[in-house]
């Protein structure tokens, strides 16, 4: 403890609240997927609407990202650099340009790297580094292709969140 006599009530350190926990929790999501905090209130009411527990559907939406589907299937190293190939229109989406990192993939959709691209050696080295591509996807990595095969369930989604708090935390 700081001080000389030890703690006493100025530097006593307080029991974290249930709000701190609920904060940092979404502040830690925020971060992960590398979403402001207006776009992030935006889809926690979408995923309020939806049916089914809004917790699962919130992380069910971030999941379904582009920039995020491109680091699942191994197609960037991180989802900065996913974020930046997809603004400057690298990828397709059913063979239609899409230059919004934000775009919401659905099942059936089949994303592909632009012919002719200069990223290509940059995807190449990333696909490397991959382990394995979760079961709602599904990757070729000769021809840099994907296929959405449906959304994500909770279980698949392997990012260390506790929905619920984040959940708590908006519905005060």
Known sequence: APGQHGPNARTRRAKTSDYSLQLSEKQKVRRIYGILEAQFRRYYDKASRQQGITGENLL????RRLDNVLVRLGFAASRRQARQ??????WTVNGRRVDIPSYQVREGDIVTLKTGSPAEPLIREATELTAQVPAWLQ???????AKVLRKPERREITTPVQEQLIVELYSR
């Open 60 to 63: 069910t939406l971030l999941e």
């Open 85 to 90: 190939m997809v603004r400057h229109g690298h």
């Open 139 to 145: 990757a070729d990595h000769d021809s840099l292709t």
